[in-house]
T-cell receptor
């Protein structure tokens, strides 16, 4: 059974710092991996989608990598800002149907 | 562009009352549709998914049910709510089976009292 783990559960950093969020999964047979952002009381916003054949994807200050063989993905956020404060969720698409989620990393960026 | 709507945004219901949450998608046809629940301290849990009208797959046994009466409409229901049904319910859609990106709606906060 696929399990997705995110470390750390919470992270506090000062503005301007570069940071890395980690995601690991137990079964490497995945279609793709998706990173989401969730603000308190809101739905999920898709940040990046990495297909199983890809190694990384970039969008603005965000860079996500995927090492399928080792069951790991990282989300790198450059020059963090207070507006980046949110919960970041990692999810894998294993069977082509629904996503399997980690419990998220709650990020707080102070000014 | 595609848009996904959910209503109501918030709901407070007594134990034993019925439930109906609605989700609609605009700007696409024949989407795969999903209901997830996010409970306090837990990750998102898949409840139901649908690949077409009238086709519903259930992932977790519970007192909830889902229906898809139209191509872009997905409804989550219950005949009698339990306290444990409280949570944040999210609807999502995807182009089809396979390696497509999944998009989420704004969610419904349900509190069962």
């Amino acid at each position: 059974k696929q399990e997705v783990t995110q470390i750390p559960a919470a992270l506090s950093v000062p503005e301007g710092e570069n940071l890395v969020l980690n995601c690991s999964f137990t079964d490497s047979a995945i279609y793709n991996l998706q990173w989401f952002r969730q603000d308190p009381g809101k739905g999920l916003t898709s940040l990046l989608l990495i297909q199983s054949s890809q190694r990384e994807q970039t969008s603005g200050r965000l860079n996500a990598s995927l090492d399928k063989s080792s069951g790991r993905s990282t989300l790198y956020i450059a020059a963090s800002q207070p507006g980046d404060s949110a919960t970041y969720l990692c999810a894998v698409n294993q069977a082509g149907t629904a996503l399997i989620f980690g419990k998220g990393t709650t990020l707080s960026v102070s000014s | 562009s595609q848009t996904i709507h959910q209503w109501p945004a918030t709901l407070v219901q007594p134990v034993g009352s019925p439930l109906s949450l609605e989700c609609t998608v605009e700007g696409t046809s024949n989407p795969n549709l999903y209901w997830y629940r996010q409970a306090a301290g837990r990750g998102l849990q898949l409840l139901f998914y649908s690949v077409g009208i009238g086709q519903i797959s259930s992932e977790v046994p519970q007192n909830l049910s889902a229906s898809r009466p139209q191509d872009r409409q997905f409804i989550l229901s219950s005949k009698k709510l339990l306290l444990s049904d409280s949570g944040f319910y999210l609807c999502a859609w995807k182009t089809g089976l396979g390696a497509y990106e999944q998009y989420f709606g704004p969610g419904t906060r349900l509190t069962v009292t």
